[in-house]
């Protein structure tokens, strides 16, 4: 209702009292511009919240749109992708040291089920039971039909069975993927690769965890997804790790040995062309730990004797004691040493293998030919236990092996505690110290390559390796040769090869008791042998425990019956194929094809 | 003139959202051919692993021996034995079938077109 400025009942009575009606005007007028101002700032109020409210939205929905795209992966990168981002959870391939596969992956098939989705459960389970044998139809539907989401059926399946599972055509059956680790060369090389097994197990991607080997020393390598393309390529190779267990295991078959273990290494760069144990497994279908905790572990065939094992390995180690001799000036191989049998020390008697006599005196050479304990025992003398102490440890004889196995570091050689003279007299003949197989592998490797202690490797090297001297060139030629007649005139004589010169010492020690004390009849024979003598370059250890020739009229134990031949059959068989040319003398060349058939 | 604008502006905007439509659905159907191509890569991948596993399995020493033992009678194959390096020396130097001599000189190396091996 607007009311008039000037409205005439108060003008008239203004005017009758002498006011000046104006005023009510202006009085009117500014009421009036009073309301008007009031509604104008309500409005521009509401124009302001309106706007200010919009502007909030437009940012909140630009911001969330912002948001959006940082935290979702744009359409153009899966454009982009490369394919391997796909595999990314595969494990790398094991080869030989030519690029033939000792492990790889194969994609196979699981068999899950959701048991909600099936239509008709118990006919599921009947025809599953047919289609797997192994598998019961009424636990099955039990599993199918008490609610529960997911159930595993089968964690392996053959194409074939999967076939006939597409053929029940239920809806609640439905197929993984599954990476399965294979070996394809079977027990070859079980030992060195180990084995592996499931670590968390998805429908669509497996994990596969290392268990033993180089699968597991090497397992972050394996599963480095930068790596996955790129095979680890061992120094071992196929075709002589075959032969070498072919050989070996004939051998421990006909010898009746309850084990046995060879190396063959190469002495320029200390690599392992083959490592065997027997006995082997399947690491397609590795067999579980020995269940009775009471049990030698080295009696399961998981068991590495050529890394895991360690043995007092007798007379091999004689050579040790000579060499340093030598190295040190202390005699020359033609030296004359005491070697009156049996030799008194303490209260300990050393006596010669079966009581025998070389004494009174022995050249040092003949030491080692005839492998005389009391010879090397005076030498040792003269070394005293300290400096033999430190020689030994260069040889590596103090430390596990370095070698990519994970069971090498738990592999500790067993050392005397104190080290008094008689101590530093059983070690030179190699009792008292028990090292395994490739720790003595090693160490003759360092004589067969002119004096440098070298790394065991089991990984191809392509570049040469560098090592820490630990004798003169000299001494190791002078060693090399006294090996060399061990086998031409001393107790090594099987295990000559024409044209390989091959050179070694054999060892045979009793086999220690476990309540304390040595057994009289279990022996571990070794022979450690280095070829060709002129210019070594391959070391071999083959090492049997209790074996037993019988071809004899009597029963024989010592290396030089046992290891020895296999030993030289070894090298005979993978000599050709490592390329080695033999030589033979000119006058002996015409011969050859006679006398080898 | 304005009006003219107007149009020209609004044809062009119905053109742009015509392309921007098309390059879509291109995108689109290009991208669904890459990953169609990825999954033919990763089955070809796959399916490459089985051969060479296969491939490998069935060249395992103990096979080849086997096989080796089973085809003596045609092959003959023996473990290498280090009697069979040879010198130079030992290999016979090929027979040269020397034309007689009383040709004429000129025959000799220009082997006429009708005689059969050297």
């Known amino acids: 209702m607007r009311t008039p400025l000037r409205p005439l009942a108060r003008i008239l009575q203004a005017r009758a009292e002498g006011l000046n009606p104006d ?35 437009a940012f909140m929905a630009i911001g969330g749109r ?19 981002v796909e595999i990314l959870a595969l494990r790398s391939e094991i080869t030989d040291r030519n690029g033939r596969i000792l492990a790889t992956n194969l994609a196979t098939h699981t068999l899950y089920a959701h048991p909600l989705a099936m239509v008709d459960p118990k006919t599921v389970a009947a025809k599953l039971a047919v289609i797997f044998p192994d598998l019961d139809a009424d636990t099955l539907e039990r599993r199918f039909t008490d609610g529960r989401s997911f159930v595993w059926v089968r964690r392996v399946m053959s194409p074939e069975q999967m076939q006939l599972v597409h053929e029940i055509g239920d809806p609640g059956l439905e197929f993984g993927t599954r990476d399965v680790r294979l070996y394809p060369n079977g027990s070859l090389a079980a030992h060195v690769l180990g084995g592996t097994t499931y670590g968390a197990l998805d ?28 095979p680890l390529a061992l120094s071992l190779d196929l075709s002589l790790q075959t032969t070498v267990e072919e050989v070996l295991a004939a051998g421990m078959g006909m010898l009746n040995a309850k084990g046995a273990a060879a190396i063959l290494m190469d002495v320029r760069t200390g690599e ?16 579980g730990p020995p269940v ?8 399961s065939p998981l068991f590495n004797r050529a890394v895991q094992g360690v043995y007092e390995l007798g007379s091999t180690f004689k050579i040790f004691a000579v060499a340093q001799a030598l190295d040190l000036g202390l005699v020359g191989p033609d030296t004359m040493v005491d070697a009156e049998a049996p030799m008194t020390w303490g209260k300990h008697k050393i006596k010669e293998f ?13 030491v080692i030919v005839k492998s005389s304990n009391v010879g090397t025992a005076h030498i040792a003398l003269m070394i005293g236990p300290l400096r033999q102490q430190a020689f030994l440890k260069s040889l590596g004889f103090f430390e596990p092996t370095p070698v990519e196995l994970i069971e090498a ?30 720790h003595l592998a090693a160490a003759y490797a360092a004589i067969a390559n002119g004096g440098v202690m070298l790394k065991p490797t089991l990984l191809r090297r392509d570049g040469p390796a560098s090592g820490v001297r630990v004798m003169s060139e000299a001494t190791a030629a002078e060693a090399v040769k006294m090996l060399r007649r061990v086998v031409t005139d001393g107790t090594a004589s099987l295990g000559e090869v024409p044209g390989y010169e091959v050179a070694g010492k054999t060892g045979t020690a009793d086999k220690p008791k476990a309540s304390g004390g040595y057994y009289e009849d279990k022996v571990i024979n070794t022979f450690a042998a280095v070829f060709p003598a002129s210019n070594p370059q391959y070391v071999l250890v083959v090492m049997l425990d209790e074996p037993l020739d019988t071809a004899g009229s009597e029963p024989r134990r010592t290396a030089g019956w046992t290891a020895v031949p296999i030993a030289a059959e070894i090298i005979r068989r993978v000599a050709p194929l490592m390329g080695l040319r033999p030589r033979l003398e000119a006058a002996a060349l015409g011969a050859i094809p006679v006398s080898s058939n | 003139m304005r009006a003219f604008l ?11 959202a015509f392309w921007a439509y098309r390059e879509n659905y291109a995108t689109q159907a290009a991208l669904q051919e890459v990953d169609q191509l990825h999954d033919e890569i990763l089955d070809l991948r796959r399916a490459l692993e089985v051969q060479r596993a296969e491939w490998a399995y069935l060249n395992r020493p103990d096979r080849l021996r086997a096989l080796a033992a089973a085809n003596f009678d045609r092959l003959g194959l023996l473990p290498m034995e280090p009697h069979q390096f040879g010198t130079p020396g030992e290999v016979a130097y090929p027979k040269l079938d020397l034309p007689p001599i009383n040709l004429p000189v000129t025959i000799q190396g220009t082997e006429p077109p009708d005689a059969a091996g050297p």
């Open chain 1, 23 to 57: 005023l009510i005007e202006a009085e009117n007028l500014r009421a009036r511009r009073e309301i008007a101002r009031d509604r104008n700032r309500g409005r521009a109020e509401r124009r302001l919240k309106f706007l200010s409210f919009g502007f909030i939205l």
């Open chain 1, 66 to 84: 912002m948001g959006l795209l940082a935290t979702t992966p744009p359409n153009k990168e899966r454009a982009a992708k490369a394919p391997e």
């Open chain 1, 354 to 366: 079966e009581n025998k006599n070389y004494g009174p005196l022995l050249s040092v050479s003949e």
């Open chain 2, 6 to 16: 107007g149009v020209l502006a609004f044809l062009g905007l119905i053109a742009l």
């Open chain 1, 272 to 287: 392992i062309l083959s490592l065997a144990s027997l006995p082997t497994f399947d690491p397609n279908d590795r067999p």
């Open chain 1, 409 to 438: 570091p738990g592999a500790r050689p067993l050392i005397p505690k104190r080290w008094p003279e008689i101590v530093a007299i059983t070690t030179s003949y190699g009792h008292g110290l028990s090292a395994s197989p490739l």
């Open chain 1, 292 to 299: 009775d905790k009471a049990a030698d572990p080295a009696d």
């Open chain 1, 203 to 230: 429908v669509k991607v497996t994990e596969i965890i290392g268990v033993a080997g180089v699968e597991k020393a090497l397992d972050a390598r394996l599963r480095d997804p930068a790596q996955a393309d790129t």
